[in-house]
C-alpha cells in the first residue's frame, strides 16, 4: 500500500511539472514578442521621438493582449493590465516627458513579468540610470538611456538569463 500511495504521489507530481512547462512554453512566444516591442519603443525614447514611441506603444499595446491568461497565476496575471495601462498612455500621447513618465512604470512591470515567468528567448539586461532613478530593460549591458537618451548613465543591476 506504501509503494502505491508513493507512485502516485510521484506521478501526480511528474503531471504538475509538465502542466507548468506546457503552461510556460503557451507564454514563450506573445512575452518574448511583447519583450521586442518593448525594446523598439526603449529605442524611440532613447532617440526622443515622441511620434514614433507613440506608435511603437500601440504595436506594443496589442502585443500585451496577445499573452494567454490561462497558466498564469494571480499575481502574473495582475500585471497584465498595468502594463496596457502604461502601454495605452504612451500611445495615445506624443510628449516625450509623459511618455517616459509611463516607461518607468512598464519597465517595472515588465521586469516582474518576466523574471517570474522566465520565458525570454533572450539575455536581458536591467538596467538603473544614476541620473533619473529609474530602470529599464535592456538587450545590451551598455544600453542607451531612454529617460534621458545618453549612452554610459546607466549601470547594469541584474541579467536574465534566456530560458533554455
Do not use: W
Not at 513618465?101 to 540610470?129: I, M, P, W
Amino acid at each position: 500500500m506504501k509503494t502505491l500511495k508513493t507512485t502516485a504521489l510521484l506521478f501526480a507530481m511528474a503531471l504538475l511539472s509538465v502542466l507548468t512547462v506546457k503552461a510556460q512554453s503557451a507564454q514563450t512566444k506573445p512575452v518574448n514578442t511583447v519583450i521586442t516591442n518593448y525594446l523598439a519603443l526603449k529605442d524611440a525614447l532613447v532617440s526622443g521621438d515622441g511620434t514614433v514611441a507613440e506608435n511603437k506603444a500601440k504595436t506594443l499595446l496589442a502585443s500585451i493582449g496577445e499573452i494567454p491568461k490561462a497558466g498564469l497565476n494571480a499575481d502574473e496575471a495582475a500585471l497584465l493590465p498595468k502594463l496596457e495601462y502604461d502601454s495605452r498612455h504612451i500611445s495615445e500621447v506624443n510628449k516625450i516627458d509623459h511618455q517616459r513618465e509611463h516607461f518607468a512604470s512598464l519597465s517595472n512591470n515588465l521586469y516582474t513579468l518576466v523574471k517570474k515567468l522566465k520565458v525570454n528567448n533572450n539575455v536581458l539586461y536591467r538596467q538603473y540610470c544614476t541620473m533619473t532613478k529609474r530602470y529599464f530593460l535592456s538587450d545590451s549591458d551598455k544600453g542607451k538611456d531612454p529617460y534621458m537618451g545618453m549612452s554610459n548613465c546607466s549601470k547594469v543591476t541584474e541579467t536574465l538569463k534566456p530560458v533554455k
